[in-house]
């Protein structure tokens, strides 16, 4: 069996739209005893999904969307709105993520169990705050630009199946981060604009690198909860060289594609010390000199109107139409 089988928490909470039920749930917990309102919950939950992952630098793509419609000199209209689109779209999925995992949150001892346990106890609340965000992303992208409705489904979709199933799946939890990493920037490009593509494709990759090390993370204690991740099959070593081999392909990319010196840059990820005892300060290492990369990836784009690769320039007027 390729993937580790996921709670009913996610099946029971859509079934009966107020209670939490699950086998890792040793006590259960009444979604009750709370005069919060139905509105007022919905807009508790979103704030704290919202300021839990500003704090813990997980909204990235969001600047990513916003950069690369700055980079392509779109209308500052334009680009106002389409990071409206992204912010709302990055609220969907992490809503959606903290609903799906209410049930294990709660019994995380690394994890905010006061939002989560405000969650369960409003389910239905945090349930019909996911449909309102669609209906609005839907309803924009109808009425403003079609082409968002790619990372809609795309990036919006593999974030569920991502939060679902497929982060206790070893490799398609890597494959799906780095679809996820090219898919939800793109609402910061018109969907067919040839450079948007090629900025997108460098920041997918670069999701790739980040969840082989996330996942590194994470091992000992998906272990220890039976969670199957590329981490936990392949063991820390293999992955670590897994992460190292998409690093290369990160630097190949970007020598061919955008510019040999953001290449140059990117390398510097490959010699960024790895620390046993805090993974989390070598992943911000590498997600530190991945940020300078791209900084001079948009500032090229920007200032020169094409990516200046060894094999390939693309001019920022180039489209697929």
Request: proline share 2%.
């Amino acid at each position: 069996m390729l993937c580790t089988s996921t709670s009913l928490g996610y099946t029971r909470v859509m079934r009966d739209g107020g209670v939490v039920s699950s086998s890792i749930m040793p006590e259960r917990i009444e979604a009750g005893g709370s005069s919060t309102s139905g509105v007022a919950a919905g807009f508790r939950i979103v704030w704290g999904v919202v300021s839990y992952r500003i704090l813990n630098l997980e909204m990235a793509n969001l600047a990513a969307a916003g950069s690369i419609a700055v980079s392509l000199h779109l209308h500052w209209l334009d680009i106002g709105v389409r990071t409206l689109f992204a912010f709302m779209l990055n609220v969907l999925v992490y809503l959606n993520n903290d609903y799906i995992d209410v049930a294990v949150d709660l019994q995380s001892s690394d994890k905010d169990t006061q939002k989560a346990r405000f969650l369960h106890q409003h389910i239905r609340a945090g349930f019909w705050a996911q449909i309102a965000l669609l209906l609005g992303l839907a309803l924009m992208a109808v009425v403003y630009d079609i082409g968002l409705l790619v990372p809609l489904i795309a990036g919006g979709g593999v974030c569920w199946w991502y939060s679902w199933q497929l982060k206790r799946c070893p490799y398609l939890d890597i494959v799906a981060m780095m679809i996820w990493g090219i898919t939800m920037p793109l609402v910061g490009s018109p969907l067919l604009s040839v450079l948007g593509w090629g900025m997108a494709l460098q920041l997918g990759l670069f999701s790739g690198v980040f969840e082989s090390i996330q996942v590194v993370r994470d091992a000992d204690e998906d272990a220890k909860e039976g969670v199957r991740t590329t981490a936990v099959v392949l063991g820390k070593g293999r992955t670590l060289l897994l992460a190292k081999a998409i690093m290369v392909i990160v630097s190949v990319y970007a020598a061919l594609v955008l510019h040999p010196i953001a290449a140059l840059i990117t390398l510097v990820a490959l010699v960024v010390p790895f620390i046993p005892d805090n993974v989390e300060k070598y992943w911000t290492r590498v997600k530190l000199v991945y940020g300078i990369a791209w900084l001079f990836i948009c500032a090229w784009v920007f200032f020169k109107g094409q990516s200046s690769g060894l094999l390939w320039a693309i001019e920022r007027t180039a489209s697929l139409g």
